[in-house]
T-cell receptor, first 109, second 115 residues
Framework: GQNIDQPTEMTATEGAIVQINCTYQ??????LFWYQQHAGEAPTFLSY??LDGLEEKGRFSSFLSRSKGYSYLLLKELQMKDSASYLC??????????WGAGTKLIIKP | DAMVIQNPRYQVTQFGKPVTLSCSQT?????MYWYQQKSSQAPKLLFH???????NEADTPDNFQSRRPNTTFCFLDIRSPGLGDAAMYLC??????????????FGPGTRLTVL
């Protein structure tokens, strides 16, 4: 079966750095997305990785290792508005998007 | 601004009373998706349209139907809502499908309550 694993919940402090991990087992791989979802709102696109390595976009960075079936989202200089769920999603060999259940990130002052 | 719009944002219906959720897009994307998302769970794909071609997920109940009369609009019809259908319903679009980098863009969602 296809599976994406993320921690259910994480807590971090305002101004700090947090890394949210995602591991996947899918039938094929055609890329990995990270989305941010605030409570009661729709997911918004953060990043897309298809090659190994680190993609940096402002305070957010996303890393991929295809050989390990692993990605992480790195958030720097955390702000209270970063409190949200972060969803990892993988495109499989049939170009279907397989979603993780998301990691709820709680930021404390 | 180009966007995905969903109406209404909140919908309350009674058990068994049909309801229709609406989605429209100004992105001129070929693909439109309907997802169901329950609290703290991953979005669950119900079906999608590539242009006018309808694709139903194997485990989508018959109670859920969809219509896409044109490129702009897509509707989700729930024929006889049950208590288990209370959820957030998300509409998304992508320019193409089958391309690795085709990002899905989501509307704000409709939260359905079934009394």
């Amino acid at each position: 079966g296809q599976n994406i694993d993320q921690p259910t919940e994480m807590t971090a402090t305002e101004g700090a750095i947090v890394q949210i991990n995602c591991t996947y087992q899918t039938s094929g791989f055609n890329g990995l997305f990270w989305y941010q979802q605030h409570a009661g709102e729709a997911p918004t696109f953060l990043s897309y990785n298809v090659l190994d390595g680190l993609e940096e976009k402002g305070r957010f960075s996303s890393f991929l290792s295809r050989s390990k079936g692993y990605s992480y989202l790195l958030l720097k200089e955390l702000q209270m508005k970063d409190s949200a769920s972060y969803l990892c999603a993988v495109i499989d060999s049939n170009y279907q998007l397989i979603w993780g259940a998301g990691t709820k990130l709680i930021i404390k002052p | 601004d180009a966007m995905v719009i969903q109406n209404p944002r909140y919908q309350v219906t009674q058990f068994g009373k049909p309801v229709t959720l609406s989605c429209s897009q100004t992105l001129n994307h070929n693909v439109m998706y309907w997802y169901q998302q329950k609290s703290s769970q991953a979005p669950k794909l119900l079906f999608h349209y590539y242009d006018k071609d309808f694709n139903n997920e194997a485990d989508t109940p018959d109670n859920f139907q969809s219509r896409r009369p044109n490129t702009t609009f897509c509707f989700l019809d729930i024929r006889s809502p049950g208590l288990g259908d209370a959820a957030m319903y998300l509409c998304a679009t992508s320019r193409e499908q089958g391309q690795p980098s085709d990002t899905q863009y989501f509307g704000p969602g409709t939260r359905l309550t079934v009394l």
